[in-house]
């Protein structure tokens, strides 16, 4: 005879729901268009291919150094982490489902800004100064929606967990 197999129910009480309206995101868009018109004005054709190479080089950046945080912090982000595509959330992120503690989620922020805004700057040495605005420019428009509803939960109380939606930015208390 098994024994009944036992079922962890976590509840979390919703302490604040921040959402990306479709506003929201047609305002992000236009940003990104107008740097493409920009790039395009200034640079011509050229312009566009820094634009490419710097989205490529930086969902790279944007992988790595949060997954090299993970090695190091013996971290399971398998079946957790993932590449989003929905807008304002695209890069290596939570998946939807997914619980993430609010130190964490910050101290990889934060290493993603300070790295890439280095390896950006050690890089901008030797790059043409419109690749580095690209650079400079996507690196900020990827992290903007993270960081303004992350600086919205520096507000709520300590413990706390963030859940990524669609068009929503969730806080729980744990």
């Known amino acids: 005879m098994q024994p009944p197999q036992e079922r962890t129910f976590y509840h979390y009480k919703l302490l604040r729901k921040i959402k990306y309206g479709p506003w929201v995101n047609r305002v992000y868009i236009l940003l990104g268009f107008a ?6 004005w200034a640079e011509g054709f050229i312009g566009l291919t820094y634009g490419g190479l710097a989205w490529l080089v930086l969902f790279w950046i ?24 929905k807008l304002p959330w695209i890069g290596f992120l939570p998946y939807e489902k997914q619980y993430v503690g609010f130190h964490y989620w910050m101290k990889v922020l934060l290493y993603i800004t300070l790295i890439g805004a280095l390896i950006i700057g050690v890089m901008s040495i030797w ?11 996507w690196h900020i ?13 520096l507000n709520i109380s300590d413990d706390k967990l963030i859940k990524l939606g669609t068009q929503e930015f969730s806080i729980y208390k744990a």
């Open 141 to 153: 428009w990827f992290l903007g929606p993270r960081w303004f509803a992350s600086i919205i939960a």
């Open 127 to 137: 790059l043409p100064i419109g690749f580095t605005i690209q650079f400079l420019f």
């Open 62 to 85: 944007h992988y790595v150094i949060p997954r090299s945080l993970f090695v190091i912090n013996r971290y399971h982000y398998r079946k957790r982490w993932g590449f989003q595509f």
């Open 35 to 40: 740097a493409w018109m920009a790039a395009l």
